[in-house]
């Protein structure tokens, strides 16, 4: 009690020791006739501080109904404000989905044009179309009516080659005799 500065009733009455804790407390009680007993005091003291409790009870439950008021109308707009930050919490979670699935398409996609561009490559070496297996099949006989041309002077050739070994042959076995 003597924190709220109410000096309590002591054993031994002293008039000089209350005037002092009066001075030393900074008490509220203010400045009474010393013939005042100490009861007396204290019973004002508790009065003031009952009416001090009282406004300060009043300004409370004036605060606690401001704040009641101001749940009543934040709270609507809070649950909304955290309905929707979990719905943006949603949809960033499925835009990472999608970028992600994009990427993987990307890479995909890069991966499938390489393996094309190898069998379009591919395709371009061995698979003909029938141009080029037309001017393949020109080509091809040209070289064989060179082949040709070539065996029929190797023949010729041959003959010749022949013809002069036995005329050669001919002609030692005539020196030899």
Known sequence: MSDWGIPLPSTHTNPTEDSQDQQDGASRVEEEDVHVDEY???????????KQANKLAQQLEKDTE???????????????????????????????????TARRLAVMRETNAARETREDAGAAVGDQTTVQCHLLRDRILGVAKAIGVIENELRRHDNIVTTTYEACSKRRALIRQ
């Open 40 to 50: 007396t005091r204290y019973e004002r003291s508790m009065t003031t501080l009952r």
């Open 66 to 100: 401001i704040c009641d008021h101001f749940n009543e109308v934040m709270g609507p707009a809070l649950q909304v404000m955290s309905k929707l930050s979990l719905q943006a919490s949603d949809r960033a979670a499925m835009l990472q989905k999608q970028i992600d």
